[in-house]
């Protein structure tokens, strides 16, 4: 996490500049404050009024403006930041970095600060394999520079090869690996402090007999770990689990059930909550007339034809609108193919806000497993998270409901 870290994003001139807005956003996830340094280049590609609406705060890009210096000085800029990243680092400012250039104010900044600097590399192949620009990255990572990338892969010039600025996620992970994990100040580590959360996780079961069920092969141990990350970010959480072996998380009240109807129960009975996430597996269908006794096998006789009925939809009752509805409501869908056409579909049928996607087709190993790679979907569109441990999982999706539980609401209403 990146609770109270201060990173000061410099936005050169390249195609890539508009990943640095998805990029923005993944830190203050992650409880970074961000601000940006624009390049006169980088302002081609992207516009200041987006970079402060997504920062909520004021771009600088003018090293001779009265106003910044009397406010901040360009000085006080860097010295103000946790870390300071170049992205998209283009050639034209690697060059000037090395060359110990200070003719505009993100270069002036580079050479005034005495914090660590991360660079995401962004150009065409020949730029980035010119002998100018490998004396240029061997000279910049002496000096302790920092790279992430070039990655692999097609060019917006058509061309092919190491050039293309990491992904958003790939910069932010390694943000989080340079200045994350200590925390600044008490409110910064309990952003949730004063706020209820309801998490629903495992599988339910529903009886066919009084000895027979059906269920699924969820662990517990995505909800449970949400559950937990969230109390650890302050929040008052209730927990309402179905039958898994994992241990209750601490500082969490857990109330435990067996069936889908019992669920929907208790999370009603829950009461208010800013925040409703919805990670059990819960069975969509339950046995129309489940026997009062035992079904009994009887030689000769055919088994018996089992007649389904559907489940109470949890997630789209906890959505519907209205004065109990939390702020924030957050399902997940479990899908084995087309997971995230599937995924914004749900999202659009349930009401919700967000959603969380996994695959959990049998070779991902999701089901029981440590793992999981997720995908976020927001009505702002689709994050692709890196596969991360359940843990980790739980960390950032409780930051980011941090992150927009605290948001103003001018911000959430214009998105
Ligand atoms: C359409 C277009 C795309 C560009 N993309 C890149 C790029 O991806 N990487 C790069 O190093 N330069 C790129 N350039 C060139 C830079 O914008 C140019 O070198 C500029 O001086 C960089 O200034 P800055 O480093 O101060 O932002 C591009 C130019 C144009 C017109």
Known sequence: MLHGKRILLIVAGGIAAFKSLELIRRLRERGANVRCVLTDAGAKFVTPLSLQALTEDKVYSDMFSLTDESEMGHIQLSRDADLLVVAPATANILARMAAGLADDLASTVLLATDKRVLVAPAMNVRMWTHAAMVANVETLKKRGITFIGPNDGAMA??????????????????????????RTSASAEKPLAGKRALVTSGPTREALDPVRYISNHSSGKQGHAIAAALAQLGAEVTLVSGPVSVADPRGVRVVKIDSADQM????LDAGRVDVAICAAA???WKAAKPAASKIKKKAG????????????????????PGARRPSLVVG??????NL??????????KGCDWIVANDVSAATGTFGGERNTVHLITAQGVQEWPTLSKDEVAMRLAGAVALQLGRPRSIKAAE
Do not use: W, Y
């Open 282 to 284: 819960v069975a969509d």
């Open 332 to 337: 997940f869908a479990a899908e084995t193919e």
């Open 264 to 267: 929907l129960a208790a999370c």
């Open 340 to 349: 995230v056409a599937n995924a914004i579909d749900k999202r659009t049928r």
């Open 157 to 182: 010039c058509n061309e092919h090869g190491p050039g293309r600025m990491s992904e958003p996620e790939e910069i932010a992970a390694a943000i989080e690996q340079m200045i994350g994990g200590e």
């Open 301 to 320: 006789v055919a088994p018996p034809s089992l007649e389904l009925t559907a489940n109470p939809d949890i997630l789209a009752t906890l959505s519907k």
